[in-house]
Nanobody
């Protein structure tokens, strides 16, 4: 098992910034690809960003590219999401996810084989 816990969510105004963290325990963090997903009220969960085990591969959803930055600290077993120029459309519950395969996170396939955190609420006011 791998435990993941998100933090850093809250309320921010349009154009503001926020940094999410995901703290992990259990399995070897450095052997997993990691990703961020979000789910807005009444909508399906969507992919936000992914990073491979050593940070050498990173992919963003079109909606956040250029505004969000995903990063990881393997020594601290933590994943981060720096969010800038936030918009009301970024509102939702943000989840971190771990998976052995980077491409599965990006494609959204077989995510049940990975691990999820409980989520943290991000609200962007207009």
């Amino acid at each position: 098992q791998m435990q993941l816990m998100e933090s850093g969510g809250g309320l921010v105004q349009t154009g503001g910034s926020m940094r999410l963290s995901c703290t992990t325990s259990g399995r070897i963090f450095g052997s997993y690809a990691m990703g961020w997903f979000r789910q807005a009220p009444g909508k399906e969960r969507e992919f936000v960003a992914a990073i491979n085990y050593n940070g050498g591969r990173i992919t963003y959803a079109d909606a956040v590219r250029g505004r969000f930055t995903i990063s990881r600290d393997n020594a601290e077993r933590r994943l981060f999401l720096q969010m800038n120029s936030l918009k009301p459309g970024d509102t939702g519950v943000y989840y971190c996810h771990s998976h052995h395969q980077f491409d599965k996170i990006v494609s959204g396939r077989d995510l049940g084989l990975g691990f999820w955190g409980q989520g943290t609420q991000v609200t962007v006011s207009s």
